[in-house]
C-alpha cells in the first residue's frame, strides 16, 4: 500500500459562531439542529447532581452524579420500566417476606425530594426481602436497577429467581461503593456513585421463562444474606426501582412508564455556504469526537455520528462493531469502505476519536493508537447529520457524546493522533 502523503498545516478547533469547541448541546442551538424525543419519561442528572425530569424534545445533557462533572449529550434507544409504583415500595405491589416492612418517604432521594423509603428487618433470626413478578419475554436479557443507601445494614443482593437461571444475584457494599459475591448464574452487575451516599446498583441476567421475580434482599455481608436475631428497625434507604428489557440499565424511568427513542439531525449545503458550517464540505475534512461508551447488545452497530444524503444511499458513519472495535465507513451506490481501530472499546470507556476523508485517503485514530488507513475510499456526497444514530434511527449510541468538532481540512497524521491522545 502506497504511503499516504499530507501537507502538514496547523491543527485548528471548529468554531460555531464564535463559540470555540462547542459542547454537543450548545453545537445543537448554534447550528440549528433537530432533536426528536416524543413524551415527558426520560430524566438526566443535572449539573446540581440529581435525577431531573426533560422537557418533551429537549435535550439532555448528562452529568456525573458523584462530582458533577458535564458527561455531555446523552442519547437513548427507547426502554419501558416494567414496575409501576417504582419509587413506592410501601404498596402492596412489592411483596414483603419474612416479616420485612417499609417505612415511605423517610429520607432525600436521589431527585433532592423527600422520597426514599427504608426498607427495615424484623427482629426475627431470617433472611429479609422485597419481590414483585412480572410478565416477560423468554430467553431475553433483562436488567434490574435499583438506587440504594447504607444505613444500620450495609450489604444488600439483588437476584433474579423464578424464570432466570439459579444463582443469578449480586452482592453490594453500600459503605465502599463496590460489588461483592456473585452467583454466577448472572450476566452482570454494576454499581454507580450517585453522591451523598446513594449508589445505583443493577444486575442483568437471561430469561429462561415468562414470569420474572427479582428480590432486594438485606444482606448481613459479602454473600451472607441470613441475619440473626436483631434490632426490627434496622435496615437501608432505597428509591426508583427500574426492570428493563436489555443488557444495561438506561437513565431513569418512572412508574412503568416508556421512554421514546431519541434522534438528532443537521440539514445543511454541500456547497460550504451554511454560516454554521462555514466551510464544511465532505469531499474534505477532519472530525473529532469524545465521549462513553455503554456495550449494547440490543442495538447492532451502534452509530456514534452518521452523514447520509437524502435518500440514505450514500454516508459516511462511525459505529462499534460487537467486539467493540470502532468503525469508520463510508458508503457509495457503488462501493463501502470500512476502516477497523486497533483499539477495541470496553464497557464505560471514555474515547476520543479523530478523522479525515479525502478521495482515495481517509484515517482514523482511537485514544493516541496508531492511525489505521484506506487509500482506496470513494467519498460521499451528504446534505444531513445525524448524532447518536443512524439515518433510520434504529440504532441509537445508549451513552454520551461530550464533545464533536469539525476541521475544514484534513489533519496529517501526527495531529489525529494528537488530537484523540
Not at 17 to 25: F, L, Y
Request: with cysteine; hydrophobic share 35%; proline share 2%.
Amino acid at each position: 500500500m502506497a504511503a499516504r502523503v499530507r501537507k502538514r498545516r496547523a491543527s485548528k478547533t471548529l468554531y460555531v459562531n464564535g463559540t470555540e469547541d462547542s459542547t454537543i448541546a450548545d453545537y445543537l442551538t448554534a447550528i440549528g439542529g433537530t432533536f426528536t424525543r416524543t413524551g415527558s419519561n426520560a430524566t438526566f442528572v443535572g449539573s446540581d447532581g440529581l435525577i431531573q425530569a426533560s422537557v418533551d424534545g429537549t435535550p439532555r445533557l448528562d452529568y456525573d452524579p458523584s462530582d458533577s462533572s458535564a458527561l455531555g449529550f446523552l442519547i437513548e434507544e427507547a426502554r419501558t420500566n416494567l414496575y409501576t409504583v417504582s419509587e413506592e415500595f410501601d404498596a402492596a405491589a412489592w411483596s414483603k417476606v419474612n416479616s420485612t416492612t417499609v417505612a415511605a418517604n423517610v429520607t432525600t432521594a436521589p431527585d433532592g425530594s423527600v422520597t426514599a423509603d427504608k426498607m427495615r428487618r424484623a427482629a426475627a433470626a431470617t433472611s429479609f426481602r422485597i419481590q414483585r413478578d412480572s410478565t416477560i419475554d423468554t430467553a431475553s436479557a433483562y436488567t434490574l436497577s435499583v438506587f440504594l443507601k447504607a444505613d444500620e445494614i450495609t450489604w444488600v443482593r439483588l437476584l433474579f429467581t423464578t424464570g432466570f437461571p439459579s444463582s443469578s444475584f449480586m452482592n453490594f457494599d453500600l459503605t465502599n461503593g463496590v460489588t461483592g459475591t456473585g452467583g454466577g448464574g448472572e450476566d452482570s452487575s454494576s454499581i454507580e456513585d450517585f453522591g451523598n451516599g446513594w449508589f445505583r446498583c443493577s444486575i442483568t441476567a437471561t430469561s429462561t421463562g415468562t414470569v420474572g421475580r427479582p428480590w432486594i434482599q438485606l444482606a448481613e455481608s459479602d454473600n451472607d444474606a441470613n441475619f440473626p436475631a436483631g434490632n426490627a428497625t434496622d435496615g437501608i434507604f432505597l428509591w426508583g426501582a427500574q426492570l428493563e428489557k436489555g443488557t444495561f440499565h438506561t437513565s431513569y424511568i418512572k412508574d412503568n412508564n416508556t421512554r421514546a427513542a431519541e434522534a438528532c439531525e443537521i440539514t445543511y449545503n454541500n456547497d460550504g455556504t451554511d454560516e454554521p458550517f462555514k466551510g464544511w464540505n465532505t469531499i474534505i475534512g477532519s472530525m473529532y469526537v469524545e465521549g462513553v461508551w455503554k456495550d449494547d447488545e440490543t442495538v447492532a452497530y451502534p452509530v456514534l455520528m452518521q452523514d447520509a444524503d437524502n435518500d440514505t444511499n450514500e454516508s459516511n458513519r462511525f459505529y462499534v462493531w460487537t467486539d467493540g472495535d470502532m468503525a469508520y465507513n463510508t458508503t457509495t451506490a457503488s462501493t463501502s469502505n470500512e476502516l477497523r481501530a486497533v483499539t477495541a472499546l470496553s464497557v464505560g470507556d471514555t474515547f476520543k476519536i479523530a478523522a479525515v476523508w479525502k478521495a482515495n485517503n481517509t484515517a482514523m485514530s482511537i485514544n493516541g493508537a496508531a492511525v489505521v488507513t484506506d487509500n482506496t475510499v470513494v467519498i460521499p456526497v451528504t446534505t444531513r447529520m445525524f448524532i447518536g444514530d443512524n439515518s433510520s434511527g434504529t440504532r441509537q449510541w445508549n451513552s454520551t457524546i461530550k464533545r464533536l468538532s469539525y476541521f475544514n481540512f484534513d489533519m496529517i497524521d501526527a495531529d489525529l493522533i494528537t488530537i484523540s491522545t
